[in-house]
């Protein structure tokens, strides 16, 4: 069992800096990767970014490639999306994930935080 609490999530202004994070708890030895999600209404759910939960391998979306990065604090256990250069495009709901040891897919995810970008 794991958890994933989200946070950072607010209204910014284009051209703008925005840092994420991700706080995993529970039994956090069973995590292979860990990624960044962000879907807006109407629309699919898109991959931003991931990483090695206890690698520095990292894949990013063409989207945010250059801007954005997925670093983690090994001693707090959590993962962050820094987001740079902000766009107005860049505006979702963000979902951190996580992939277990055995699973197929991102099995456990955060409740979501609200990344709003004006112009």
């Known amino acids: 069992q794991v958890q994933l609490v989200e946070s950072g999530g607010g209204l910014v202004q284009a051209g703008d800096s925005l840092r994420l994070s991700c706080a995993a708890s529970?039994?956090?030895?069973?995590?292979?990767?860990m990624a960044w999600f962000r879907q807006v209404p109407g629309k699919e759910r898109e991959f931003v970014a991931s990483r090695g939960w206890n690698s520095a391998n990292t894949n990013y979306a063409d989207s945010v490639k250059g801007r954005f990065t997925i670093p983690r604090d090994n001693a707090k256990n959590t993962v962050y999306l820094q987001m740079n250069n902000l766009a107005r495009e860049d505006t979702a709901v963000y979902y951190c994930a996580a992939k277990l040891f055995g699973a197929v897919g991102f099995d456990t995810w955060g409740q979501g935080t609200q990344v709003t970008v004006s112009s």
């Open positions: 529970g039994r956090t030895f069973s995590i292979t990767t």
